[in-house]
Every structure is written in C-alpha cells, then in structure tokens.
C-alpha cells in the first residue's frame, strides 16, 4: 500500500514537472525569450 502511494507521489511529481517545463518553455518562446533559430533547432526543424 504503501509503495503504491510513493510511486503515485512520484509519478505525480514527473508529470508535474514535465508540464511546468512545456509551459516555460511555451512562454519563454512566444514572448520572444528565444529567436526562432533556437526554436527551429529544439524541434528539430532547421
């Protein structure tokens, strides 16, 4: 029981941190934090 919760916790955190950096990086690009090279080079699309 215990190591499910944990794992879920953990689990949790991940998928946290995963969308907190989608969304940084969705607001550094669209205020113009990064020029469009970079962008072009992050999703490979030079």
């Known amino acids: 029981m215990l190591k499910n919760l944990i794992f879920c ?3 949790a955190i991940v998928f ?3 969308v ?5 990086m969705q607001y ?4 113009g934090g990064f ?3 970079f ?3 992050i999703f ?3």
Not at 20 to 24: I, L
């Open 9 to 11: 916790i953990k689990l």
């Open 16 to 18: 946290a941190a995963i």
């Open 20 to 24: 907190f950096f989608g969304k940084a």
């Open 28 to 31: 550094l690009i669209l205020n």
């Open 35 to 37: 020029s469009g090279a």
């Open 39 to 41: 962008y072009d080079f």
């Open 44 to 46: 490979f699309r030079s």
